[in-house]
């Protein structure tokens, strides 16, 4: 039978390196080193499991030539010979599935260094304001500290060099400090290193020089570059494709490009909002500046994937979190079961967002092994038990998949009619794709996997399957907070998951969202993008305070798009027959016209009724997901994950 995949699964050289395919696992740091820079088993362990998942190339996150240079980041440091023995175990670990492994070599993050991650002022071209805080100037390097720095360069390729690499990747991506350099909104210098294109490129071109004479004619050297920043005063695509013929004169052997800095971070971990391949469009003027091979990322499916293959505008697609959420998505499309790849649902809660907002190492909203591979690992139970499940949302479908794994006999109950619980209302949306192939995937796993499935059927403490059951996992969800508003009983308001799932209920053209959490901000946009006028009410002082701050600017870069008004600091007083009355946040009543009103006031646990079930079979039952404590899609899978993993 003809795999539609095919051409991803075709060899291609970069330099005299030849990749088995064309995928390629995106950079991405997992913030688990140790405070001596050497990585950890648990790294090992998670890029293992992708080479065995089939992928052609791994290009790890960035390592930092020294620790100085770190400022304080839990990624590896290759600055002492110690640390090659665990890099070594690591190269061999990935080649021995015949994928090549990349080492990608940072002098430092410059002016985007984190706050709480230098002591001092962080290092730059110029002494231009710290991203973070921009009353700390950059402490500019001088000539003397770049040489030093080339010289940190050739010692570094020299260590992954003897480590037993397949190449190296320059990190001169996003606004860090080798892109500060080419960058004339922060390259203010007036020397060697600065003013025209060629001057500014110097840094970058001697650093490529540094490495080759560290390792050699026939070791690959690839570039990491953003082509567009996408902010005003930014690099443009026009510009940075005079660039990318410079460095393919330097020597370098691959250009790996995207777009984005940290101006508008959202392009460097691009959310649901941006959606599929949104980064594409810098490889066909790359295709035109260049002729060594070029790398892409952002957002891709293996359907993208294909077509920006076979459009001979890029040789190698790059996944980042797809391949944190399935390492096995290559193997799966070569042997067309592309049915079974586990969909990245872009959230960036469980992968940035640990270690940005915990300082923890990744892990994976959809995935909880990730980054835990061996620790986590899926086990054959001792004994085959009979175990049931209540509840059809993401805590539920991960439970009932997990046991099934383990050799249980599972039986599913779901009250509704579909599966999916309240992600099938957020998956409505177009935006929301992947959301919705994630319920499918649930679907098909759980039918691979022979559980009964049992839909329209609403549990209680006396239904009999209970008493016959092992164990019992609750996950019945949480329902929509109904608060005591005048006129909230009206036949014009609509709580948000019935205006998610039924947009028949939604009548009229002007639509009030009463709440601006990111249910109501999600729903306010899927109607907006309907052709609705819609005004977001909340009572806070901003919008989506519990979104991932990456997340937030696409969301609000879209209902600016399509026109959302936002009243923040509004309190929702009354609904009446043509609106609301709605009290700001000095006093004043205003009235608010309206068609219909959406009430997106938040969820609250299904406490009562989880504990009536538990109450009654205290040993043998464990309550999961919302009914506990309201999270996210996240939360409620890890906590699936763990109940039914636990059950031996």
Aim: hydrophobic fraction near 40%.
């Amino acid at each position: 039978m003809e795999n539609k995949f095919e051409k991803l699964f075709t060899p291609f050289k970069i330099g005299k390196m030849e990749v088995k395919n064309r995928i390629v696992m995106s950079p991405m740091g997992t913030n688990s080193a140790h405070i001596d820079g050497t990585i950890s088993v648990d790294e090992i362990d998670y890029f293992e499991e992708r080479a065995k998942g089939g992928v052609g190339m791994i290009i790890m996150g960035c390592q930092f030539l020294t620790a100085e240079l770190a400022q304080g980041s839990m990624e590896g440091v290759l600055e002492k010979n110690y640390v090659i023995p665990r890099l070594t175990d690591l190269c061999e670990a990935v080649q021995r599935y015949g994928a090549k492994i990349v080492a990608q070599l940072s002098c430092g993050t410059g002016r985007n260094a984190f706050p709480n991650m230098f002591g001092e002022p962080p290092v730059s071209a110029s002494p231009i304001p710290s991203q973070f805080n921009p009353d700390v100037l950059c402490r500019p390097l001088s000539v003397e500290d770049i040489k030093v720095i080339m010289k940190q360069f050739a010692s570094s390729a020299s260590l992954v060099k003897a480590a037993g690499f397949d190449a190296i990747e320059i990190h001169g991506h996003a606004g860090y400090l080798i892109d500060q350099f080419m960058s004339p909104i922060w390259n203010k210098r007036q020397d060697e290193y600065g003013g025209t294109l060629e001057k500014r490129m110097r840094f970058a071109v001697e650093i490529v020089q540094s490495i080759r004479s560290a390792v050699g004619p026939d070791m690959p050297i690839l570039f990491r570059i953003s082509c567009d920043h996408r902010f005003n005063g930014g690099r443009t695509l026009e510009e940075s494709m005079a660039m990318l013929k410079i460095l393919e004169d330097a020597g370098v052997d691959a250009i790996d490009i995207d777009a984005g800095a940290y101006e508008t971070i959202d392009y460097i971990f691009p959310p649901t909002y941006l959606g599929d391949a949104c980064m594409n469009y810098v490889c066909e003027p790359a295709r035109k500046a260049v002729s060594i091979p070029i790398l892409n990322t952002g957002n891709y499916t293996p359907e993208t994937a294909l077509k920006a293959i076979e459009s001979g505008n890029l040789d190698f697609v790059m996944f980042g979190r797809q391949l944190i959420a399935d390492p096995d998505m290559p193997n799966k499309l070569m042997e067309g079961r592309a049915e079974d790849v586990r969909p990245c649902i872009r959230c960036n809660e469980e992968c940035i967002g640990r270690i940005v907002n915990r300082l923890t190492k990744l892990s994976c909203s959809v995935n909880p092994r990730a980054c835990n591979e061996v620790r986590f690992t899926i086990k054959d139970a001792k004994s085959s038990k009979n175990v049931v499940v209540i509840g059809g949302g993401p805590a539920g479908l991960e439970a009932a998949r997990v046991a099934a794994i383990k050799g249980h006999k599972v039986t599913l109950f779901e009250k509704n009619n579909i599966l999916g619980g309240q992600i099938a209302a957020a998956a409505t949306p177009a935006f929301k794709t992947q959301l919705r192939k994630l319920i499918t995937w649930y679907e098909v796993q759980l039918n691979k996997l022979n559980v009964d499935i049992r839909l329209n059927v609403e549990v209680t403490a006396d239904t009999p399957e209970l008493a016959a059951a092992d164990n019992i996992l609750v996950g019945i969800g949480a329902s929509p907070i109904i608060p005591p508003i005048p006129g909230i009983d009206g036949a014009n308001v609509l709580d948000v998951l019935t205006a998610h799932m039924d947009k028949s209920k939604v009548k009229g053209e002007n639509i009030i969202m009463m709440g601006g959490g990111l249910s109501g901000c999600d729903s306010a946009l899927e109607l907006a993008m309907e052709g609705k006028n819609v005004t977001i009410v909340e009572m806070m002082d901003s919008l989506a305070k519990d979104l991932m701050f990456i997340n937030s600017i696409s969301l609000f870069n879209k209902l600016n798009e399509y026109g959302v008004k936002q009243l923040t600091g509004h309190k929702v007083l009354a609904i009446t027959p043509d609106g609301i009355i709605a009290e700001t946040k000095d006093g004043k009543e205003v009235t608010i016209k309206g068609d219909t009103m959406v009430a997106a006031f938040g969820m609250k646990p299904n406490t009562d009724s989880a504990a009536a079930i538990r109450d009654r079979f205290v040993l043998k039952t464990r309550m999961i997901g919302d009914c506990t404590n309201v999270g996210k899609v996240g939360n409620a899978i890890r906590a699936g994950f763990f109940a039914a993993d636990s059950i031996e």
